[in-house]
T-cell receptor, first 111, second 112 residues
Framework: EDQVTQSPEALRLQEGESSSLNCSYT??????LFWYRQDPGKGPEFLFT???AGEEKEKERLKATLTKKESFLHITAPKPEDSATYLC????????????FGQGTTLQVKP | EAQVTQNPRYLITVTGKKLTVTCSQN?????MSWYRQDPGLGLRQIYY???????DKGDVPEGYKVSRKEKRNFPLILESPSPNQTSLYFC???????????FGPGTRLTVT
């Protein structure tokens, strides 16, 4: 059964304090790992898609990396506006229409 | 503006009273999907549609129905709502199943 686990559940950082969020997955034939950002009361907003181990993508202070078992979302020198819940999701080859989400990591960045 | 819209945004109803939550996208996307989000359980997929007239179950389809008669619309139907269907519902769409999904603003449903 495809499964996604994110850690930690919550993370508090000081502005400028870099850190990483983890997304561990088990899936039969990865067809894509997706990172989303969700602000309170809003729909998730797409950040990155990763398809194969070794792949990396960057956007401003965020960098996503992928191995065969997990993905990391690295946040460099975060700012208060980076505070949000970050969601990871995977699509596997056994059912390409399904998207399985982790429970998310809620990040709070204090000024 | 490219977007996914949902209506209503907020709904309070009673057990057993049929309701429909509408979802519409203006991006000519083939793939559409419904999710529910509950504290501690995250986002769970209810139903998805790969294209017009093609729908399939997600992980939590019980108590829900969908239809995809035209490309832009994907309504979620609760024939006989129950309190355990109280949740935050999101509709999403993508170019096709392999691409990133764009989410609507959400519908907060309370069933008493």
């Amino acid at each position: 059964e495809d499964q996604v686990t994110q850690s930690p559940e919550a993370l508090r950082l000081q502005e400028g304090e870099s850190s990483s969020l983890n997304c561990s997955y088990t899936v039969s034939g990865l067809r894509g790992l997706f990172w989303y950002r969700q602000d309170p009361g809003k729909g998730p907003e797409f950040l990155f898609t990763l398809y194969s181990a070794g792949e990396e993508k960057e956007k401003e202070r965020l960098k996503a990396t992928l191995t065969k078992k997990e993905s990391f979302l690295h946040i460099t020198a975060p700012k208060p506006e980076d505070s949000a819940t970050y969601l990871c999701a995977v699509r596997g080859s056994s059912n390409t229409g399904k998207l399985i989400f982790g429970q998310g990591t809620t990040l709070q960045v204090k000024p | 503006e490219a977007q996914v819209t949902q209506n209503p945004r907020y709904l309070i109803t009673v057990t057993g009273k049929k309701l429909t939550v509408t979802c519409s996208q203006n991006m000519n996307h083939e793939y559409m999907s419904w999710y529910r989000q509950d504290p501690g359980l995250g986002l769970r997929q209810i139903y998805y549609s790969m294209n017009v007239e093609v729908t399939d179950k997600g992980d939590v389809p019980e108590g829900y129905k969908v239809s995809r008669k035209e490309k832009r619309n994907f309504p979620l139907i609760l024939e006989s709502p129950s309190p355990n269907q109280t949740s935050l519902y999101f509709c999403a769409s993508s170019l096709d199943y392999s691409y990133e999904q764009y989410f609507g603003p959400g519908t907060r449903l309370t069933v008493t």
